[in-house]
């Protein structure tokens, strides 16, 4: 059986090992918190990012269908013969744009180096 001057201690000691997973509590709380601090001035510059690029597509969007518009109002311009070395990269081109592409099989170190 324990003596009242046992249990005391006993609490004593129960006291200190809270008092001491109290404060790893406190200071793992704090170092999470700076962490999500960090995290929100991340968040943040990612979103400016992602603002950015969202507005820099949709200007390169406009542009190309700008020029497309620009291209289409002058007649003619598929009437024209093009030099035999250039047909071949504009049918693949109109494949490409077609949604037909090609595959990595049919591209060649040449053709990437010319």
Do not use: P, W
């Amino acid at each position: 059986m324990m003596t009242t001057l046992d249990k005391v201690q006993l609490l004593e000691q129960r006291i200190v090992k809270a008092t001491v997973l109290i404060r790893n509590l406190e200071k793992k709380i704090e170092e999470l918190n700076d962490e999500v601090e960090v995290l929100s001035v991340h968040n943040e510059e990612l979103q400016k990012y992602a603002d950015n690029f969202s507005s820099d597509s949709k200007l390169i969007e406009e542009s190309i269908n700008n020029a497309l518009v620009h291209l289409d109002s002058i007649q003619g311009l598929d009437d024209i013969e093009v030099i035999d070395s250039l047909s071949g990269d504009l049918e693949t081109a109109d494949r490409f744009t077609g949604g037909m592409g090609i595959s990595i099989d049919e591209v060649s170190l040449d053709d990437l180096v010319r």
